[in-house]
């Protein structure tokens, strides 16, 4: 992926436009907790289009009348949440970058998850890299014709249907302090909706409700940030709010049982040239001799928390709750950035937005960059052209 924009970029690149990029970036916001690299992806359309052909064939498994009973058993018993609806609201499909048989760069899925990401934050990301770089003013990070306007219209729809705006909330556990809080702030700037931490909302029967002033606003509709694995050691933090898997007088937006069924749960289930083979390990009828080529990941577990990179087969048998656990061949990741110091391996998150009554719509990306062994932020804390970015491509009309 080394093309002309590319190698103009990286001619024109200085320290003193990065650190511009994100003195624009953190304007009128909290600080950003999370380091957003250097530079963003310039995708080529012979990738665009492969990214579409994957995200198009994994909706069709999600779309399939069975898809709730294929995945029944991927909720937690305990982290059930009733009045679960038809389908997500989100979908974010994570894809790592390869070659090919053909040599050719291909996307490989290495996550997915039925559960909202920085959907406000990656459109100020992208407009900002255009302004700081002075970057042609065709490149979009939005697919099927989007523009800015129509993507906030959008994504407003999905959050706030035909609900007040005041009854509509943000909500996460410490929502001002969590890693992607830039993300919470830039949507309540877009869209209008409050950002609510668990503590301040209060239940009262079925309802739940927040103080605005001395005034008590009933809420209708929850937009989820709230990860139930991140607390499920300390569900004290209900005690003094509510617990969501209690019977409730409001939508979520996405239900949070989607969580679970769109996951490293619902991988086995795909076979396609996109896909790495996966299998949940209690199917596993004889151990790899290969091991080097696999992974082991926790079903529930997010962020690459407990996943096992170099197998060895006592990884393996001193596992008790097989179930939980998938066995993936390994993706090897191409360093197809190149960066002032090397190649640098690459990601990219597909983002929809599925409005009821609608077909899902692929809308945005999110992108990462990677030295380390993992792709995740914390995994590359210590280099640089690493870290969160965005795609940009040429526009186009769907």
Same mark, same amino acid.
Request: aromatic letters at 12%; hydrophobic letters at 40%.
């Given at each position: 992926?080394? !093309?002309? $924009?590319?190698?103009? @970029? #990286?001619?024109?690149?200085? %320290?003193?436009?990065?650190?511009? =990029?994100? /003195?624009? +970036?953190?304007?009128?916001?909290?600080?950003?907790?999370?380091?957003?690299?250097?530079?963003?992806?310039?995708?080529?359309?012979?990738l665009?289009?492969?990214?579409?052909?994957?995200?198009?064939?994994?909706?069709?498994?999600?779309k399939?009348?069975?898809?709730?009973?294929?995945?029944q058993?991927?909720?937690?018993?305990?982290?059930?949440?009733?009045?679960?609806?038809?389908h997500?609201?989100?979908?974010?499909?994570?894809?790592?970058?390869?070659?090919?048989?053909?040599g050719?760069?291909?996307?490989?899925?290495?996550?997915?998850?039925?559960?909202?990401?920085?959907?406000?934050?990656?459109?100020?990301?992208?407009?900002?890299?255009?302004?700081?770089?002075?970057?042609p !003013?065709? $490149?979009?990070?939005? @697919? #099927?014709?989007?523009?800015? %306007?129509?993507?906030?219209?959008? =994504?407003? /729809?999905? +959050?706030?249907?035909?609900?007040?705006?005041?009854?509509?909330?943000?909500?996460?556990?410490?929502?001002?302090?969590?890693?992607?809080?830039?993300?919470?702030?830039?949507?309540?700037?877009?869209?209008?909706?409050?950002?609510?931490?668990?503590?301040?909302?209060?239940?009262?029967?079925?309802?739940?409700?927040?103080?605005?002033?001395?005034?008590?606003?009933?809420?209708?509709?929850?937009?989820n940030?709230?990860?139930?694995?991140?607390?499920?050691?300390?569900?004290?933090?209900?005690?003094?709010?509510?617990?969501?898997?209690?019977?409730?007088?409001?939508?979520?937006?996405?239900?949070?049982?989607?969580?679970?069924?769109?996951?490293?749960?619902?991988?086995?289930?795909?076979?396609?040239?996109?896909?790495?083979?996966?299998?949940?390990?209690? %199917?596993?009828?004889?151990?790899?001799?290969?091991?080097?080529n696999?992974?082991?990941?926790?079903?529930?577990?997010?962020?690459?928390?407990?996943?096992?990179?170099?197998?060895?087969?006592?990884?393996?048998?001193?596992?008790?709750?097989?179930?939980?656990?998938?066995?993936?061949?390994?993706?090897n990741?191409?360093?197809?950035?190149?960066?002032?110091?090397?190649?640098?391996?690459?990601?990219?998150?597909?983002?929809?937005?599925?409005?009821?009554?609608?077909?899902?719509?692929?809308?945005?990306?999110?992108?990462?960059?990677?030295?380390?062994?993992?792709?995740?932020?914390?995994?590359?804390?210590?280099?640089?052209?690493?870290?969160?970015?965005?795609?940009?491509m040429k526009?186009?009309?769907?």
């Amino acid at each position: 992926m080394v !093309t002309k $924009l590319r190698k103009l @970029f #990286n001619a024109n690149f200085s %320290e003193e436009k990065y650190q511009s =990029l994100l /003195k624009q +970036l953190a304007k009128g916001y909290p600080e950003i907790f999370f380091r957003v690299a250097e530079t963003p992806i310039f995708i080529l359309d012979s990738l665009k289009q492969k990214l579409i052909a994957a995200g198009d064939e994994i909706i069709a498994l999600i779309k399939q009348e069975n898809f709730k009973d294929l995945t029944q058993k991927s909720i937690p018993n305990n982290w059930a949440v009733p009045n679960e609806n038809d389908h997500p609201h989100f979908l974010t499909f994570d894809f790592g970058l390869c070659k090919d048989d053909d040599g050719e760069i291909s996307p490989m899925l290495i996550e997915m998850q039925g559960f909202p990401s920085l959907y406000g934050f990656q459109a100020h990301l992208a407009n900002t890299y255009k302004t700081a770089y002075n970057l042609p !003013t065709q $490149l979009t990070p939005f @697919f #099927n014709g989007l523009t800015e %306007e129509t993507y906030f219209d959008l =994504l407003k /729809k999905v +959050l706030v249907g035909n609900y007040k705006l005041n009854e509509v909330v943000l909500m996460d556990i410490d929502a001002p302090n969590q890693k992607t809080a830039i993300d919470f702030f830039v949507t309540a700037k877009k869209i209008g909706i409050k950002i609510l931490s668990l503590s301040d909302i209060k239940k009262e029967g079925k309802q739940l409700f927040y103080l605005q002033g001395d005034k008590k606003i009933q809420i209708k509709r929850i937009y989820n940030r709230l990860i139930f694995d991140e607390i499920a050691n300390n569900t004290t933090v209900f005690d003094k709010s509510f617990d969501p898997r209690e019977e409730l007088d409001i939508e979520w937006i996405t239900h949070p049982n989607w969580f679970y069924r769109i996951s490293k749960y619902t991988m086995p289930f795909l076979k396609s040239k996109f896909v790495p083979e996966t299998q949940f390990l209690h %199917e596993v009828k004889s151990i790899p001799s290969d091991l080097e080529n696999y992974v082991l990941k926790p079903l529930f577990s997010f962020a690459g928390m407990g996943v096992i990179i170099d197998v060895k087969e006592s990884d393996i048998t001193s596992i008790k709750d097989t179930e939980n656990w998938v066995l993936q061949r390994k993706v090897n990741y191409e360093p197809v950035l190149e960066s002032p110091n090397g190649g640098v391996k690459a990601e990219i998150r597909l983002m929809y937005l599925w409005p009821d009554g609608q077909e899902p719509q692929l809308c945005i990306n999110l992108a990462r960059l990677s030295r380390g062994k993992m792709i995740g932020v914390r995994y590359n804390a210590n280099f640089d052209w690493v870290g969160g970015t965005v795609g940009l491509m040429k526009s186009s009309m769907p």
